[in-house]
T-cell receptor
Framework: DARVTQTPRHKVTEMGQEVTMRCQPI?????VFWYRQTMMQGLELLAY????????DSGMPKDRFSAEMPDATLATLKIQPSEPRDSAVYFC??????????FGPGTRLTVL | AQTVTQSQPEMSVQEAETVTLSCTYD???????LFWYKQPPSRQMILVIR??????QNATENRFSVNFQKAAKSFSLKISDSQLGDTAMYFC?????????????FGDGTTLTVKP
């Protein structure tokens, strides 16, 4: 049963600390997405990769957020430095170009 | 740019009854896919149903069906024989084909509560 995995599932950190979230997409999928979900903003697309190349990261605050795919089995989202307003649930999703997205379980981030 | 509008932030339905969730979208594209995703309290987002715009026949998946009106840019989800496990937030999503294929635009979601 192939699924997207994300680590950690929960993260509590202090303002100013670096946060790294990891995602393992489903093997064979060539698109990977990072989303942020909050009550106020809903589901926001932060970054989008195809064949490991970043296609769109316009939704991401560039000064503190970065997203990479060092290889086909790993996508990372890093926040440095973190701020309380970054508290949210971060989802990774993967898929094929012409198809639905398969979501991971999310990382709940709390920045104090 | 595409927009997806879900005009019903919250809805409720009695168990075993039928409910319809609305979704409209705005696009100048002719070829695209539409999706409904479900996010239960566990937060795990899962696909409910998918519709290709070139198909005139409405998609169905067991108790879930859509009413796809391409000219009206409307894509509603009907849930028949509602069950308690259908309680969730439902997101409508649009995906265009072509250069940026794969990237979806999501609506703000409709929270559905199924009452016993």
């Amino acid at each position: 049963d192939a699924r997207v995995t994300q680590t950690p599932r929960h993260k509590v950190t202090e303002m100013g600390q670096e946060v790294t979230m990891r995602c393992q997409p489903i093997l064979g999928h060539n698109t990977v997405f990072w989303y942020r979900q909050t009550m106020m903003q809903g589901l926001e697309l932060l970054a989008y990769f195809r064949n490991r190349a970043p296609l769109d990261d316009s939704g991401m605050p560039k000064d503190r957020f970065s997203a990479e795919m060092p290889d086909a089995t790993l996508a990372t989202l890093k926040i440095q430095p973190s701020e309380p307003r970054d508290s949210a649930v971060y989802f990774c999703a993967s898929g094929m170009v012409l198809g639905e997205q398969f979501f991971g379980p999310g990382t709940r981030l709390t920045v104090l | 740019a595409q927009t997806v509008t879900q005009s019903q932030p919250e809805m409720s339905v009695q168990e075993a009854e039928t409910v319809t969730l609305s979704c409209t979208y705005d696009t100048s594209e002719n070829n695209y896919y539409l999706f409904w995703y479900k996010q239960p309290p566990s937060r795990q987002m899962i696909l409910v149903i998918r519709q290709e715009a070139y198909k005139q026949q409405n998609a169905t998946e067991n108790r879930f069906s859509v009413n796809f009106q391409k000219a009206a840019k409307s894509f509603s989800l009907k849930i028949s024989d509602s069950q308690l496990g259908d309680t969730a937030m439902y997101f409508c999503a649009f995906m265009k084909l072509g250069a940026n294929a794969g990237k979806s635009t999501f609506g703000d979601g409709t929270t559905l509560t199924v009452k016993p």
